[in-house]
Each structure stands twice: as C-alpha cells, then as structure tokens.
C-alpha cells in the first residue's frame, strides 16, 4: 500500500493569485498523478509526474496554468495559476504502486477560490 | 474515447439490504477496474481492484464482478451498514495507458 499525505488540505484564495499544493508519500514511486475533481463531478486526470522529467498533461490542461514539480522519487508539487472561481475544486494526488495495479489517493486539497 | 458510467447516480436503502451498484464502460480493451469509495469531503478509498482476466474479486462484504465483453461491472455489498454510506466510484485503466478513467459515482445512503 501506500499512505499519501498532501498540504495544504484545504484554503480559500483570492482571484488572480496562485497556490501551490504538495504531495508527500511514504514510499518511492515512479509515477504519480494529479487529478481534479470539481463541484459535484467525477474525477478528472490533470497531468502525470515522472521524477526527472516534464510532467504529461491531458487534454484541457496546460502546464502555464498548473506547473508540476517532481524533485524526487516521494514528493511532487502542483500549483494552481492565476486562479478563478472556475478552479475552486477538490484537488488529488495519485500514486500507482507496482506498475498499474491499485492505485493510492491522498485525502486532497479542497480549493475554494473567491 | 473511454466513457464510464454509473448507475444509479443516488441510492437510499435501509439497514440490512443488500444492493449492487452497476458500472458500465464503452471500451472493453482495458487493463483493471477499481471500485473506490469516497466519504464526504474526504480522498479516494481503495476497495477492490479487478484484473480484466478475473470475474470477480471479494472484499468481506463486498464483491465485484467484470464482464469485459459486456463493459459492465457490479459491485455488490451484502447486508448494507449505516457506516456504508459515501460515494462510491469505479474507475477502468484503459489497456496501454497508466491513467484511470472514472465513472460518474453512485451516492448511497443507509439509513439505520
């Protein structure tokens, strides 16, 4: 298994500010995904993290607006941009142990941003 | 595109009953599916994680099902607990790819 803490768990921010939330895991990974989950909606994959090199992002998301870091093989970073009411969401940190078996969620950050 | 869907989108039983909560998926070529369970306000609880050559997996009370032909999985949980109640979400790994798609989730509630 693996036990995913993540910080902050939870702010209100102001329009036009950025927020960087982290993800901290017990064990080395070599993947790990951040995902959104908005208002009363499923999740949704934003980018895929590989330590040591450029994040993978999906559809929809651009690296502009949420830049990942991924330092090492149990710590990574997502920032939110220049933020609007639209991001206020529910945002999760994902690790996949063993190489596309159970895949391990963080408690997530819940975003309100006014 | 892979869609995932779940059904119903709500659900209110009493103590006791036993339910299934039904996933169905638009494209058969995946890897596994996993059932998660998600409370209010909180992360993604992992509950049971299918492999697309397995029919079923069991978790106490709970036991999930994969008919990959079909793109349907159920989830059943027996002799349903106040402390069942969450939101309930399945996810499929498309085969070839490292990401889950998820489902809509089926928001149950037991009533003592």
């Known amino acids: 298994s693996a036990v995913i803490s993540q910080k902050p768990s939870r702010d209100i921010c102001q329009r036009g500010t950025s927020l960087t939330i982290q993800c901290q895991v017990d064990s080395q990974v070599t993947m790990m995904f951040w995902y959104r989950q908005q208002p009363g909606q499923s999740l949704t994959l934003i980018a895929t993290?590989?330590?040591?090199?450029?994040?993978?992002?999906e559809s929809g998301f651009v690296i502009d607006k949420f830049p990942i870091s991924r330092p090492n093989l149990t710590f990574s970073t997502l920032t939110v941009s220049n933020m609007s009411p639209e991001d206020s969401s529910i945002y999760l940190c994902s690790v996949d142990k063993g190489g596309r078996e159970t895949q391990y969620f963080g408690p997530g950050t819940r975003l309100l941003v006014l | 595109k892979q869609e995932v869907t779940q059904i119903p989108a709500a659900l209110s039983v009493p103590e006791g009953e036993n339910l299934v909560l039904n996933c169905s998926f638009t494209d058969s070529a995946i890897y596994n599916l996993q059932w998660f369970r998600q409370d209010p306000g909180k992360g993604l609880t992992s509950l049971l994680l299918?492999?697309?050559?397995?029919r079923e997996q069991t978790s106490g009370r709970l036991n999930a099902s994969l008919d990959k032909s079909s793109g349907r999985s159920t989830l059943y949980i027996a002799a349903s607990q106040p402390g069942d109640s969450a939101t309930y979400l399945c996810a499929v790994r498309p085969t070839g790819f490292q990401k889950l798609v998820f489902g809509t989730g089926t928001r149950l509630l037991v009533s003592p």
């Open positions: 993290a590989n330590q040591g090199s450029e994040a993978t992002y």
């Open positions: 299918i492999q697309s050559s397995q």
